[in-house]
């Protein structure tokens, strides 16, 4: 009777010398793709999702509220004024605003929630299983977390405003009738330019 091929690769073997050579060099490939895919979802200044892996995760919300028949809400956030950051402070001034809001929201939702920067001065987020109240709760608390915290570049304070506006899930909603739901929503919230 035959015993079993040994299974230990033999290092004075050339072709099992080959093959952990290819195998160390799928291994650095596969985490190079891994890499690649994380800066691809991410926005670049802000480090928060981008617009594209913002939608992603959205109809992925919605088709989940849909199956499951749960709430869902987006916030829409707009900059009040930040042309006048860029005018008055500069551009490396307004950078550091945009960073200060991402920071906010991100670090102040829920793990299950989604923060993107769709653009531009204007984020989102994903309130997950949230229902009206606790959406426009959340959104008030997220606009006065901002508010307090100025954007600080080079040692001096920049006061930062946002406008904000709320779209609920509902059955045969799309992921971008939601977004420009909040979008709209949010534009009613917005101070009169004078």
């Avoid at 230990?8 to 891994?34: F, G, K, S, Y």
């Avoid at 989102?124 to 109240?133: C, G, K, S, Y």
């Avoid at 001096?156 to 979008?183: C, E, I, K």
Wanted: hydrophobic share 45%; net charge negative.
């Amino acid at each position: 009777m035959n015993s079993p091929p040994d299974p230990t690769p033999d290092p004075a073997d050339p072709r099992d010398a080959e093959l952990a050579r290819l195998q160390a060099e799928v291994a650095r490939l596969q985490q190079h793709v891994a890499a690649l895919e994380i800066l691809a979802d991410r926005d670049p200044l802000t480090t928060i999702f981008n617009r594209r892996a913002f939608m992603r995760e959205l109809n992925r919300v919605v088709g989940f509220c849909e199956r499951y028949q749960t709430g869902a809400a987006v916030a829409f956030f707009d900059m009040d004024g930040f042309k006048g950051i860029n005018d008055t402070y500069g551009h490396a001034a307004g950078d550091a605003a945009l960073q200060a809001v991402a920071a906010t929201l991100a670090g102040h939702v829920r793990e299950s929630d989604v923060v993107g920067r769709l653009g531009g001065d204007e984020f989102a987020v994903i309130l997950v299983q949230a229902d009206r109240a606790a959406a426009l709760a959340k959104a008030q608390s997220l606009k006065q977390l901002i508010e307090a915290t100025p954007a600080v570049h080079n040692g001096t304070a920049v006061p930062l405003r946002v406008s904000f506006g709320v779209r609920m899930f509902s059955p045969g909603v799309t992921p971008a009738d939601l977004l420009a739901g909040a979008d709209a929503a949010m534009y009613l919230n917005k101070p009169v330019a004078g």
